[in-house]
């Protein structure tokens, strides 16, 4: 497979899509023949693309003898679907998902703008402390122009209280950490179609109840559409930061690592090329499009410089930056040698990951905030018999310093908590740390 094909990411957002609305149940007619060979289908392709022949110390031969009488015995189209996401389960690993064909189709500009079937209430969350909280609100959208703030935690979403999710999520074994476990349970009752209404409690800064019905709006972003996958919607901001002392950072932030915010990303950095530091804000970037990786990092090295080694099961493919030395104008210029913080949390992801730690273990960037997720697999999909999409990884990455990030994640030089307080005060105490160390690097 050509390395431009290939996926590293979506770890929080297939941390959604797989579970889907209840109602997606697929087929009218259940047909046992093809049910068996979707299962068979789903089966050979990891047994014939996963990088590691042990696969991760599970009897893959035996697995399939131990499952296949389920699917054989079948009677409805969940209990194949269940089947093979508990084969997949066992694997213990990232990327790896099933995403019913409904779903995915249902998100495909081919039938229609994804955006018309896809909204939201313009406002991100996190887990912190067993609390659900508010830590970014579009001024623009639903949230903001009802008045929610950061800072104010998300007690239910129609008839269903956050807590009693964080308690089911708790007794579920799982091999994602229970505060994404949480965020994508919430974030998936507050997605619906643009023009229906959302109830959410909330408590605000006093700790006040706040029952609210918002209208969502149509998902912002450029859609995207990569392969099987459903629909993606990018988006990207960029704008400059100063500290009481003078000190000017660009600070650029996207969701996703995708081929239509590489001009977004290019201007921004011709932008800030002479300012004194820049930030790279991945909180909440689950990954993308793992060759970009190597283009961005060339905007910052003059050097190719290795960030690390995707391996499959035969081959090895170096990582390398990919110096930028001309800018968006045409323009002979020198990639930008000034500092450059990281901002990450634990819904970082995959090419996110791969970008951070690879910039980190090179030591030519500095990384704040929170332990990323952890899920750094290249990974493709496959559409399989009934019209499911396998997303199965085929590849692993290690850095240029010999550091394996799957499961384990890319760990901050400065660990910055989030808190409630900050968020109700208005601060962003990840974004100030790095604006602190930046303005200390000046000369």
Same mark, same amino acid.
Request: charged share 25%; glycine share 12%.
């Given at each position: ?7 590293? *990411?979506?770890?929080? $957002? ?15 007619? =259940? ?34 003898? &131990? ?14 679907? *269940? ?9 213990? #690993? ?8 409904? =779903? ?9 703008? +994804? ?42 979403? $129609? ?32 997605? @619906? ?26 998902? +912002?972003?450029? +859609?995207?559409?990569? @392969?099987?996958?459903?629909? =993606? ?7 400059? #930061? ?22 977004? =990303? ?7 090329? &002479? ?5 790279? /804000?991945?909180? *909440?970037?689950? @990954? @993308? ?55 990450? /949390? ?28 952890? $899920?750094?697999? +290249? ?34 030089? &400065? ?29």
């Amino acid at each position: 497979m050509h390395y431009r094909t290939w996926i590293a *990411g979506f770890v929080t $957002g297939l941390a959604v899509a797989v579970t889907g609305p209840a109602s997606l149940t697929g087929q009218e007619t =259940f047909d046992n023949a093809l049910a068996l060979e979707t299962f068979d289908k789903a089966w050979e392709i990891v047994y014939k693309t996963h990088f590691d022949t042990t696969f991760n110390g599970v009897d893959w031969v035996a697995l399939r003898d &131990e499952l296949r009488p389920r699917v054989e015995t079948a009677t409805e189209l969940g209990d194949v679907r *269940g089947a093979i996401r508990e084969m997949l389960e066992r694997l213990n #690993q990232s990327h790896f998902a099933l995403i019913p064909k409904e =779903f995915a189709d249902s998100l495909d500009p081919a039938e229609g703008d +994804p955006s018309e079937k896809v909204g939201d209430i313009g406002f991100d969350m996190r887990f912190i402390d067993d609390q659900l909280v508010v830590t970014v609100v579009d001024l623009k959208g639903p949230a903001g122009e009802a008045g929610v703030q950061p800072g104010w935690v998300i007690a239910a979403v $129609g008839d269903d209280r956050v807590a009693d999710l964080v308690e089911r999520r708790k007794n579920i074994e799982s091999k994602r950490p229970l505060d994404i476990l949480v965020w994508a349970g919430v974030r998936n009752r507050l997605q @619906g179609a643009p023009g229906t209404d959302c109830t959410i409690e909330f408590l605000d800064g006093h700790d006040e109840t706040r029952v609210m019905e918002l209208t969502r709006r149509p998902e +912002p972003g450029e +859609p995207v559409k990569l @392969g099987n996958l459903p629909t =993606f919607f990018a988006r990207f901001s960029s704008g400059q #930061q100063q500290t009481d002392d003078g000190t000017a950072v660009g600070v650029i932030w996207f969701n996703a690592w995708m081929v239509p915010l590489v001009k977004k =990303f290019d201007a921004a950095v011709d932008e800030y090329r &002479e300012l004194d530091g820049m930030v790279i /804000d991945l909180r *909440g970037n689950g @990954g @993308g499009v793992g060759a970009m990786v190597m283009g961005l990092a060339g905007h910052f090295t003059d050097d190719r410089m290795p960030l690390g080694v995707m391996k499959t099961r035969t081959t090895e493919l170096k990582f390398s930056a990919n110096p930028r030395r001309v800018d968006t104008a045409g323009e002979r210029v020198t990639p930008y040698a000034g500092p450059v913080a990281i901002l990450t /949390d634990g819904l970082t992801g995959s090419a996110s990951e791969m970008f951070a730690g690879g910039m980190q273990g090179a030591g030519r960037m500095r990384v704040f905030g929170d332990t990323t997720a952890g $899920g750094v697999l +290249p990974a493709s999909m496959s559409r399989l018999p009934n019209g499911d999409v396998l997303y199965h990884a085929f590849g692993e990455f290690e850095t240029a310093d010999g550091t394996y990030l799957e499961g384990r994640g890319v760990y901050p030089d &400065e660990p910055v908590a989030l808190s409630r307080e900050a968020l109700l005060a208005g601060r962003d105490d990840v974004l100030l740390a790095a604006l602190q160390w930046i303005a200390g690097q000046r000369d």
